[in-house]
């Protein structure tokens, strides 16, 4: 399964509770932060909502 690594390049302040919330979920708390998940259909519909505060990679 293909993975792809998701990056905080933008705070949360003055954000919506929801997308505070997915921001937490998708296991990112700090700017310049990054995690690895799996591309999924539930892991893409949560960066696409919080896509202008992220920045995706794909990976091998």
Do not use: F, Y
Not at 27 to 42: A, E, N
Request: proline share 2%; hydrophobic share 35%; no cysteine.
């Amino acid at each position: 399964m293909a993975k792809i690594k998701v990056t905080k390049v933008k705070s949360a302040i003055n954000r919506t509770q929801s997308q505070k919330r997915t921001l937490e979920s998708l296991g990112l708390s700090k700017i310049g932060q990054t995690v690895v998940h799996d591309d999924t259909p539930s892991i893409l519909g949560m960066v696409n909502k919080v896509k202008h505060l992220i920045s995706v990679e794909e990976t091998k």
